[in-house]
């Protein structure tokens, strides 16, 4: 497989906003990042069925919905103040941080 050396400017626990399938305009916070295939799992985005084996006994089997990966091209991060916005970033001294586009406030 080849190694994949992309920064992103996404990260765990950021409340982002579907910008593009079946479930745009949806919003959520991220659960987990895969950083190889370039895809993050939204919580409550993307629920596909599932048919799950029963593994234990107090453990129920069946069809659960679970939250799927999207691309991460498909996500936008949400500001506080302004909605859905894109990232820039502000050196000051020795830090580094993540700012809204639209604003200026820190995300």
Do not use: H, W
């Not at 950021?14 to 916070?29: C, M, P, Y």
């Not at 029963?54 to 506080?80: T, Y």
């Not at 302004?82 to 993540?98: F, L, M, N, S, V």
């Amino acid at each position: 497989m080849m190694e994949n050396n992309a920064k992103f400017k996404l990260r765990k626990d950021d409340l982002v906003q579907v910008i593009a399938g079946k479930d745009r305009g949806k919003q959520g916070k991220i659960v987990r990042i895969d950083r190889d295939k370039s895809r993050a799992i939204v919580a409550g985005v993307n629920m596909v069925k599932k048919a799950m084996r029963k593994r234990n006994q107090n453990d129920r089997g069946g069809i659960v919905e679970i939250e799927a990966p999207l691309q991460l091209s498909n996500l936008m991060i949400v500001c506080k103040k302004c909605g859905p916005t894109r990232i820039g970033y502000k050196i000051t001294g020795e830090d580094k941080a993540r700012v809204c586009r639209k604003c200026g406030e820190a995300l």
